[in-house]
C-alpha cells in the first residue's frame, strides 16, 4: 500500500508505534515482514550517520519507498536525526512521510528558529515533523541518562515550532547495548498532559520489555529502536560465522535478517498491546 504518515498511526490508534533503524536493505526487509506477521503499521527510519554510511540519501531512499509501497501493512518512511536542514529538504523531495530536525546540540532560540523554518516546508509538503529540545542521553545531549525534559519547555518549544511530535529525554540515552534504563514514568504523564502532540522515545534499545510497556502506557506514542535490533542481526550473523566457512554473504544476511524479524514482530505486538490509561483530566 502507499506510504502513510505517522499522523494517523500516532493518532488514529491508542497504543504506542514502532520506529525501526535500518542501514541494510535487508534489515528493511526484516521490519516489513515483522510488521506483516503482526499485521500492524510500522515506521522505517533512515538516520542522518546511515546516510553517511552509504555516503547519500537516494539508494537506500528508493529501495525503502519501493519496499514499503509493496508491503501490505501501513508503513510511514521516517528520516531520524537529521541536523543539516538541506538533508531534510532531499528526504522531503524523495518521498519520506516524515522527517526529524534535530537541533538539540543548538541554543534554544536557534533551536526553535530553525525548527520552525522546516515545519512550515514540512507543512506545505504534507510531511510530518518530529523535533527535539535539549538533548536525549548519549548522543552529547538531551538524551544523556541525567538529562530531562521540562514539560512547560516541552509545550511552549511545540507552540513555539508547529512541530507534530517531539522526542523527550525521560531517562534513556542512545546506544545502550544493555536494557537497564530506568523511564520517569512520571515525567511522562506530566508531558503527555502538557504536550499537545506524540511523545516519542529515543534510545529505547537501553529499555527492557515491561518498562517500554510501561512507558507507552504512560504516554509514550512512538518508540525508537535501533541498537538493540543490531544487536540481534549481529548476532545471528556472528552464529553463522562462527559455525564454519561461509563465502556467500547471503547466507550470512539472511540469518541476520529472520532473527531481527522475529524480534520486530515480538516489539510490535508488546507495544499494541501497551494501551495508555485513561488520563486523569
Ligand atoms: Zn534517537
Given at each position: 500500500m502507499p506510504l502513510v504518515s505517522?499522523?494517523?498511526?500516532?493518532?488514529?490508534?491508542?497504543?504506542?508505534?514502532?520506529?525501526?533503524?535500518?542501514?541494510?536493505?535487508?534489515?528493511?526487509?526484516?521490519?516489513?515482514?515483522?510488521?506483516?506477521?503482526?499485521?500492524?503499521?510500522?515506521?522505517v527510519?533512515?538516520?542522518?550517520?546511515?546516510?553517511?554510511?552509504?555516503?547519500?540519501?537516494?539508494?537506500?531512499?528508493?529501495?525503502a519507498r519501493?519496499a514499503l509501497a509493496?508491503s501490505?501493512?501501513p508503513a510511514a518512511l521516517h528520516?531520524?536525526?537529521?541536523?543539516?536542514?538541506?538533508?531534510?529538504?532531499?528526504?522531503?523531495?524523495?518521498g519520506f512521510t516524515s522527517?526529524?530536525?534535530?537541533?538539540?546540540?543548538?541554543?534554544?532560540?536557534?533551536?526553535?528558529?530553525?525548527?520552525?523554518?522546516?515545519?512550515?516546508?514540512?507543512?506545505?509538503?504534507?510531511?510530518?515533523?518530529?523535533?527535539?529540545?535539549?538533548?536525549?542521553?548519549?548522543?552529547?545531549?538531551?538524551?544523556?541518562?541525567?538529562?530531562?525534559?521540562?514539560?512547560?519547555?516541552?509545550?511552549?518549544?511545540?507552540?513555539?515550532?508547529?512541530?507534530?511530535?517531539?522526542?523527550?529525554?525521560?531517562?534513556?540515552?542512545?546506544?545502550?547495548?544493555?536494557?537497564?534504563?530506568?523511564?520517569?514514568?512520571?515525567?511522562?504523564?506530566?508531558?503527555?498532559?502538557?504536550?499537545?502532540?506524540?511523545?516519542?522515545?529515543?534510545?529505547?534499545?537501553?529499555?527492557?520489555?515491561?518498562?517500554?510497556?510501561?512507558?507507552?502506557?504512560?504516554?509514550?506514542?512512538?518508540?525508537?529502536?535501533?541498537?538493540?535490533?543490531?544487536?540481534?542481526?549481529?548476532?545471528?550473523?556472528?552464529?553463522?560465522?562462527?559455525?564454519?566457512?561461509?563465502?556467500?554473504?547471503?547466507?550470512?544476511?539472511?540469518?541476520?535478517?529472520?532473527?531481527?524479524?522475529?524480534?520486530?514482530?515480538?516489539?510490535?505486538?508488546?507495544?499494541?498491546?501497551?494501551?495508555?490509561?485513561?488520563?486523569?483530566?
Open positions: 505517522p499522523y494517523d498511526m500516532l493518532h488514529n490508534t491508542a497504543a504506542a508505534v514502532g520506529a525501526f533503524n535500518v542501514a541494510l536493505i535487508e534489515q528493511m526487509e526484516a521490519i516489513l515482514i515483522g510488521a506483516e506477521r503482526e499485521r500492524l503499521p510500522v515506521i527510519q533512515i538516520s542522518e550517520n546511515a546516510v553517511a554510511h552509504h555516503g547519500s540519501l537516494g539508494p537506500l531512499a528508493a529501495a519501493t509493496a501490505s501493512v528520516l531520524d536525526h537529521a541536523t543539516r536542514p538541506e538533508l531534510i529538504e532531499e528526504a522531503v523531495a524523495l522527517v526529524m530536525y534535530d537541533g538539540a546540540a543548538l541554543p534554544w532560540e536557534e533551536n526553535v528558529a530553525y525548527t520552525r523554518r522546516i515545519a512550515h516546508h514540512c507543512r506545505e509538503h504534507g510531511v510530518f515533523l518530529e523535533a527535539e529540545l535539549g538533548e536525549v542521553g548519549g548522543k552529547d545531549g538531551a538524551h544523556a541518562p541525567g538529562v530531562r525534559t521540562d514539560p512547560r519547555e516541552a509545550a511552549r518549544f511545540v507552540t513555539d515550532t508547529g512541530v507534530d511530535a517531539l522526542a523527550v529525554a525521560v531517562g534513556t540515552s542512545h546506544h545502550m547495548t544493555e536494557r537497564t534504563a530506568a523511564i520517569d514514568l512520571a515525567l511522562v504523564r506530566e508531558l503527555r498532559a502538557a504536550v499537545p502532540v506524540p511523545l516519542v522515545l529515543h534510545g529505547s534499545s537501553g529499555a527492557d520489555d515491561p518498562t517500554l510497556a510501561a512507558a507507552a502506557a504512560a504516554g509514550i506514542r512512538k518508540i525508537n529502536i535501533s541498537t538493540h535490533l543490531n544487536t540481534v542481526f549481529t548476532a545471528a550473523v556472528r552464529d553463522v560465522l562462527d559455525a564454519g566457512p561461509v563465502v556467500d554473504p547471503r547466507r550470512y544476511v539472511s540469518r541476520g535478517r529472520e532473527a531481527m524479524a522475529v524480534e520486530v514482530a515480538r516489539l510490535l505486538r508488546l507495544f499494541a498491546s501497551s494501551l495508555p490509561a485513561r488520563a486523569a483530566s
